[in-house]
């Protein structure tokens, strides 16, 4: 029964226990790929953005490359034009100006016309641009072979983009094109040379200006050698990609950008990320999506885009960026609804059944705790019914015992009586004659006591207050106390129910007591008579500071003939057992070697609204 009790105990915490620890387990499993697959999604976001900048870029890259066609077929036609209107004719200045009027606004800075020897001839430009009149000038002797070579007949050359170091340009970026010019059909050497010069920041400017990627993303494009051409910070424009960097968040490396732009340079196209210091107005660590692509200058029919010592140097980068959380900000709040939604899903489908499961087994403890307690009372019972079938055997044969002992027990005193008269002058066997008569009266006692046991005493019951029976008792032995040396108390409830019970009974029943309790106090101490009610029972107690029972000796106290004095005859509470249970009352003995016994007896009343409504 206890190992079932315990089992009951158990049970629920340790399959609690297991539910919860599921529950963890499974949470983190499912956490773990959701995020993995959320960081999937992302994955796969940032690459389709990034395959949307990449088609940017590419734009804006075709369009330089228009716009540089565009150059080409301008300058290729010079010779034809010249055959019409040659450079000595009267209408040659106004339809230069009028050439380079529209040119002007294609971002070419001035048109330069070079004789055979590579020296300056005319030049036509912008009043803006004309700083003080025209220097002497000269085609570098590099690229005047190159265009003096008969193979060079109908190409062009583009030049890197550096900075003007000579006036009227001094110190801005351009970048020249050239072509030979052979004006005349048979003409085998070129008779000059035509140049036109680029103002580059115009047309990077002009390409990238109101492409937007996403919601903040925008392009940027360097030149060949790594300076901007064009950025969102204007203050960007004209310097070092990187170094301008740099210089604004000097805590940062830039490793990965600096990687990025050696692969646009090197001629690659790609998507990738890095860490940049900032973004439009934000500043801080910002990772960015990048796509790239190169602008390429050799991708035209004829046209031979060569630095003359470094072919194919000649190419500048395009790339579109943007800062990555735009991207996965917007995966964030998809997933948090996402999150909301399974964390309902996982209360309604986990909580709930587990909410239920702990009702069935709290429901189960209270079934079990129920039946423990029955099978307890049953057993108590069981126990109640052995006990008063052998206190019936004993109490036969008791009375059996004592029937045929008690006639010559009397016989046996009345013969001594005599004798002793006549003995009266011999007081040795007087003596002798006293201790039988003694013994005999001891005997006589203890039938008594067997009679009480064994008579069938229905108790006479009527209405009584405990507290004055107690009392009684109290002063009734008042006087054998104080002999002993013992402090007799009484702790009386002072508004006591009146009980249904046999005053005789209930006196016998504290005597047998009080007297237990004298006999457990060898040295004096005190004994304390309570009473008190409770849960339609009234109860009282004996309660001594004695010589206690050890839990083998309280086991067997009720068994008739039980004793452990020399002169016990072991009926006392035997009997007092006998009559509580006649009252359908109770018994309680709490006993321990050092602390002393308290008995209690407890005895049913009946609540006061019953009689007054019976009658
Ligand atoms: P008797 O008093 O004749 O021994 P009882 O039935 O009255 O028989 O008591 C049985 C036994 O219970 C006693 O012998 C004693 O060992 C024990 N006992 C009863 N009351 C007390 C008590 N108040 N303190 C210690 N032991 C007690
Ligand atoms: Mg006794």
């Not at 949307?52 to 034809?80: H, M």
């Not at 002007?104 to 003080?132: A, H, K, T, V, Y």
């Not at 990048?290 to 991708?299: G, N, S």
Request: hydrophobic content about 40%; proline content about 6%; charged content about 25%.
């Amino acid at each position: 029964m206890k190992a079932s009790r315990l089992q009951a105990v158990l049970s629920l915490p340790k399959v609690l226990l297991f539910i919860v620890g599921g529950m963890v387990v499974l949470s983190l499993l499912f956490f773990t790929f959701w995020q993995r697959l959320n960081r999937k999604v992302e994955d796969i976001l940032k690459e389709q953005f990034n395959q949307q900048q990449l088609e940017l870029a590419r734009k804006i890259a075709d369009n330089v490359e228009a716009y540089f066609d565009y150059l080409e077929s301008e300058l290729l036609a010079y010779p034809w034009r010249f055959r019409l209107i040659p450079p000595n004719s009267p209408e040659f200045d106004a339809y230069m100006a009028a050439r380079f009027e529209n040119l002007q606004r294609l971002g070419i800075l001035e048109i330069r016309l070079f004789d055979r020897n590579g020296r300056l001839q005319r030049s036509w430009m912008s009043p803006l641009g004309s700083i003080s009149g025209v220097p002497e000038k000269a085609l570098e002797p590099a690229l005047l072979s190159w265009v003096n070579d008969p193979k060079n007949k109908g190409r062009l050359f583009l030049g890197e983009v550096h900075r003007a170091t000579t006036p009227p340009w001094q110190g801005r970026l351009v970048m020249p094109l050239i072509t030979g010019l052979y004006i005349s059909p048979a003409a085998s050497a070129s008779e000059g040379a035509l140049e036109l010069l680029i103002d580059p920041l115009f047309v990077a400017h002009t390409v990238t200006a109101g492409v937007r990627s996403g919601v903040s993303g925008y392009p940027w494009i360097i030149d060949q050698n790594g300076i901007f051409l064009a950025h969102h910070e204007k203050g960007f424009v004209g310097r070092d990609a990187l170094e301008v960097r740099r210089q604004r968040s000097p805590q940062m490396t830039f490793t990965g950008l600096q990687e990025l732009q050696a692969r646009i340079l090197g001629g690659e196209e790609g998507t990738g990320e890095y860490i940049s210091g900032w973004h439009r107005q934000r500043v801080g660590e910002t990772p960015k999506l990048a796509a790239f692509t190169p602008i390429r200058f050799d991708k035209g029919l004829i046209r031979s885009v060569t630095d003359v010592e470094n072919p194919g140097r000649n190419l500048w980068g395009v790339a579109v960026v943007a800062p990555m959380d735009e991207v996965a900000g917007q995966v964030s709040a998809v997933t948090r609804q996402e999150l909301f939604l399974v964390a309902f899903f996982f209360l309604a489908v986990i909580l709930v059944p587990l909410a239920l499961i702990i009702v069935a087994l709290s429901w189960n403890k209270i079934l079990a705790r129920e039946v423990n307690l029955k099978t307890e009372e049953l057993l108590e019972s069981q126990k109640r019914l052995v006990r008063s079938e052998r206190f019936a055997a004993v109490g036969e044969a008791a009375a059996y015992v004592s029937h045929e002992i008690k006639n010559p027990l009397m016989v046996i005193g009345g013969l001594a009586r005599q004798v002793q008269k006549k003995l009266e002058g011999d007081p040795p066997l007087c003596d002798k004659l006293d201790i039988i008569r003694n013994e005999v009266q001891r005997l006589e006692n203890l039938l008594g006591e067997i009679r009480d046991f064994t008579r069938p005493a229905t108790p006479v019951k009527q209405e009584i207050n405990l507290n004055q029976v107690i009392h009684e008792v109290d002063t009734l032995l008042e006087g054998e106390a104080k002999g002993r040396g013992i402090n007799l108390e009484e702790q009386l409830a002072p508004d006591l129910p009146p009980v249904q019970a046999d005053p005789n009974q209930m006196r016998q029943v504290l005597l047998n007591l009080i007297k237990n309790a004298f006999e457990a106090l060898d040295s004096g101490g005190r004994v304390t008579l309570t009473s008190g009610a409770e849960d339609r029972r009234v109860w009282f107690t004996v309660q001594d500071t004695g010589v206690g029972m050890s839990p083998e000796v309280l086991d067997k106290i009720f068994n008739p003939f039980f004793t452990t004095k020399e002169k016990g005859t072991g009926l006392g509470l035997a009997v007092i057992h006998k009559i509580v249970s006649d009252h359908q009352g109770e018994v309680n003995v709490k006993s321990s070697p050092e602390e002393g016994t308290t008995i209690t007896v407890k005895l049913p009343c009946e609540p006061e609204g019953a009689s007054s409504e019976l009658s």
